[in-house]
């Protein structure tokens, strides 16, 4: 579920550029719901400048069927042709496996793993 609309900004630091997809995305990423997620996404990644990144936050999500990792290599595919890297946040457990299998984190994006206590 997207509760919310979803921001997209842009930090500028000493290491470049980072454009995050902020907002309240949770729970199910699915067939019903994914657009608002992959119209973000894609603008992070056309409005992100050439050596930056797209950090998307999915501590959130709870399940990321078909249709959103078809989102992600969608996202990854807009990233490459704006020459930016596509960095993933999630918490432990079945979504940082998903895009794992499908050799989406074989060098082509970073998934970076969230632990809260």
Do not use: K, W
């Amino acid at each position: 579920m997207i509760a919310g609309p979803l921001a997209v900004s842009a930090t500028e630091t000493p290491m470049g550029t980072t454009v995050a997809v902020a907002g309240a995305v949770a729970g199910e990423v699915d067939l019903g719901n994914h657009l608002p997620l992959r119209d973000a996404l894609l603008l992070a990644c056309a409005r992100c400048p050439a050596g930056g990144r797209v950090v998307v936050d999915l501590t959130g999500v709870t399940f990321l069927g078909a249709t959103g990792l078809q989102l992600l290599i969608q996202a990854y595919e807009a990233c490459v042709h704006h020459e930016v890297a596509l960095r993933l946040v999630a918490t432990p457990g079945p979504i940082p496996r998903a895009p794992r299998l499908t050799g989406l984190l074989d060098g082509a994006v970073s998934l970076v793993v969230a632990v809260h206590e």
